[in-house]
């Protein structure tokens, strides 16, 4: 079982910005990519930025050059720097990780969420 916290959600005004955090923890034995997920309301769950292995970066185009991911290994974590918030940017953030387990297997794992608001 592998475990992933979120935190740093909250609300903003529009222009501000925000940092997610996400931690995974468990019996991992390689993680493979870290991403950033969003469902906003009224829709399904979007992919929005993720962190390859290969340290590798890819981004939905709606928040390229707003948002930045990266990650921390030794901690096996990753984070979502938002920039230039906008109203359509509110959604419940998850994170998510793919790799093996220390049992061999596979593993892809949720959090469970943070909500992100922005709103004047």
């Known amino acids: 079982q592998v475990q992933l916290v979120e935190s740093g959600g909250g609300l903003v005004q529009p222009g501000e910005s925000l940092r997610l955090s996400c931690a995974a923890s468990g019996r991992i034995s390689m993680i493979e990519a870290m991403a950033w997920y969003r469902q906003r309301p009224g829709n399904q769950r979007e992919f929005v930025a993720v962190?390859?292995?290969?340290?590798?970066?890819n981004y939905v185009g709606s928040v390229r050059g707003r948002f930045i991911i990266s990650r921390d290994n030794a901690k096996n974590a990753v984070y979502l720097q938002m920039n230039s918030l906008k109203p359509e940017d509110t959604a419940v953030y998850y994170c998510?990780?793919?790799?093996?387990?220390?049992?061999?297997?596979?593993?892809?794992?949720w959090g469970r969420g943070t909500q992100v608001t922005v709103s004047s």
């Open positions: 998510n990780t793919v790799g093996r387990d220390k049992d061999n297997g596979r593993f892809n794992s």
């Open positions: 962190f390859t292995y290969g340290n590798t970066t």
